[in-house]
C-alpha cells in the first residue's frame, strides 16, 4: 500500500502523520511530499528516516493513496494528476468540498456514498465535522429544521503562523507576520478566514454549506457565527437545533450515546461538560449541556467540542481512508477496479 502524504512537514501533516502510526494504517510505501524547498530534506515515520519528495516525484510513484493538507491551490492544480494515475485522492483543503461530482465524507456520517469512481475525495472543514457526527443521529431519528450555530475555533485552525503569532504576544513581542488583524493572546475575534460579500466569513459559510452537503438536505436553515479564541486544544460550538419531529432531552441523550464516534459528558450538577482540554489529542466528538431551548418548540441546544488537528482534519482523513480498505474499493495496495 502505497501512501503520499502532501504537506508533510504542516501542522495537519505531522498529525496525519501520527494518526496513521496509531491506527496502524497498512502503509508499505510513504512517500512524504513537501515544498520543492524542502525537497531533499528528511522526516521521520514509524521509526524510519525518509527523503521528502517533489508532488513530480511522488505522481511518478502511482500511489494509491494521497492525503493532501497543502492548500487549496495546491490541491487544485495537483490532486487532479495524482487521480490520473489512479491515486485516491483524500484532500483536507477547501478546493473541491462543495464541487457536486466530488463525494465530501465524514465516516460517521455519508461513507455509503463512496463508490470508488470518484479519485478524489473531500475531507469537510473541520468544524463542520465535529458538529455533523453529533447532529447525524438527530437527523436521522426527527429530521432537522433550522440550524444556529456559534463556534469558539481554536488558534491551531489557521496554522502555524496563529501560533508563532500567540507565543510572540503572549512573551511581549510583536509578531513580524500575524496571521490575524488584532492581537489574539487575551482575546477573541469574531473573525475565521475571509469576510464574503454577505458580510459572513468563509468559514461561517462553510458551515451552511457543507452540513447542508453531507447531511443530503439542501432545506436546513442555517446561520452561524465563527469566532477565534486563544485555545491550542480544539474547537466548540454552541448548536441550536430545531426539529421536524418531536423529540424529548431523554431521547437525544440516548441517541448521543450509542452514536459512534460520540462521547457524552453532560452532567451539570457535577460540572461535568465538554472543554477543549478534555478533547486534546483525542478522536472522539464530545456533547454535553444537552437541554430544550425554553423560547421555541421541538428546539434544543447542544454543546459540542473535538480536537481540530485531529477528528477535524488528519483522523476523518484517515478514517476516509479506512473507508476504502474496509469496502474493498482499495486491497493489498492495488485499485480494485
Not at 524510519?48 to 487549496?72: C, H, M, N, W
Not at 442555517?222 to 486563544?230: F, Q
Not at 460550538?237 to 452514536?259: D, F, G, H, M, Y
Not at 478534555?278 to 434544543?300: C, K, L, M, W, Y
Request: proline share 6%.
Amino acid at each position: 500500500m502505497k501512501v503520499a502524504l502532501v504537506g508533510a512537514t504542516g501542522l495537519v501533516g505531522r498529525v496525519m502523520r501520527q494518526v496513521l502510526e496509531e491506527r496502524e494504517f497498512p502503509v508499505t510505501s510513504f512517500l512524504p511530499v513537501a515544498s520543492d524547498r524542502s525537497a531533499g530534506q528528511s522526516i521521520s515515520f514509524r521509526g524510519k528516516e525518509y527523503l521528502l519528495l517533489t508532488k513530480e516525484e511522488a505522481v511518478a510513484a502511482r500511489p494509491d493513496i494521497a492525503l493532501f493538507s497543502a492548500g487549496a491551490s495546491v490541491s487544485r492544480e495537483w490532486a487532479p494528476k495524482f487521480a490520473a494515475v489512479g491515486t485516491y485522492v483524500i484532500d483536507n483543503s477547501s478546493a473541491w468540498r462543495m464541487d457536486p461530482d466530488i463525494p465530501l465524507i465524514v465516516p460517521e456520517c455519508n461513507q455509503e456514498v463512496l463508490t470508488g469512481e470518484e479519485h478524489i475525495i473531500a475531507n469537510p472543514n473541520c468544524s463542520t465535522i465535529q458538529m455533523v457526527v453529533a447532529l447525524k443521529p438527530l437527523f436521522d431519528a426527527f429530521g432537522i429544521e433550522r440550524l444556529v450555530i456559534s463556534t469558539y475555533q481554536s488558534i491551531t485552525g489557521t496554522g502555524a503562523k496563529a501560533v508563532k503569532q500567540y507565543e510572540d504576544e503572549l512573551a511581549g513581542t510583536d509578531p513580524i507576520a500575524p496571521a490575524y488583524p488584532h492581537p489574539i493572546f487575551q482575546n477573541t475575534l469574531p473573525h475565521c478566514d475571509i469576510f464574503l460579500d454577505n458580510d459572513y466569513t468563509k468559514e461561517e459559510m462553510k458551515l451552511v454549506n457543507e452540513t447542508r452537503k453531507i447531511l443530503g438536505d439542501p432545506n436546513i436553515r442555517i446561520t452561524a457565527t465563527a469566532v477565534r479564541v486563544p485555545v491550542f486544544g480544539g474547537h466548540s460550538e454552541a448548536v441550536n437545533v430545531e426539529l421536524k419531529k418531536p423529540a424529548t432531552v431523554a431521547q437525544i441523550r440516548s441517541l448521543l450515546q450509542e452514536a459512534a464516534g460520540v462521547i457524552v459528558a453532560d452532567n451539570p450538577s457535577r460540572n461535568e461538560y465538554p472543554m477543549p482540554l478534555q478533547a486534546h489529542h483525542r478522536d472522539e466528538v464530545f456533547v454535553g449541556r444537552i437541554r430544550e431551548d425554553a423560547s421555541n418548540p421541538n428546539t434544543f441546544n447542544l454543546w459540542v467540542v473535538a480536537d481540530n488537528l485531529r477528528k477535524g482534519a488528519a483522523t476523518n482523513a484517515v478514517q476516509i481512508a479506512e473507508c476504502l480498505l474496509n469496502q474493498e474499493i482499495l486491497q493489498s495496495g492495488k485499485v480494485l477496479k
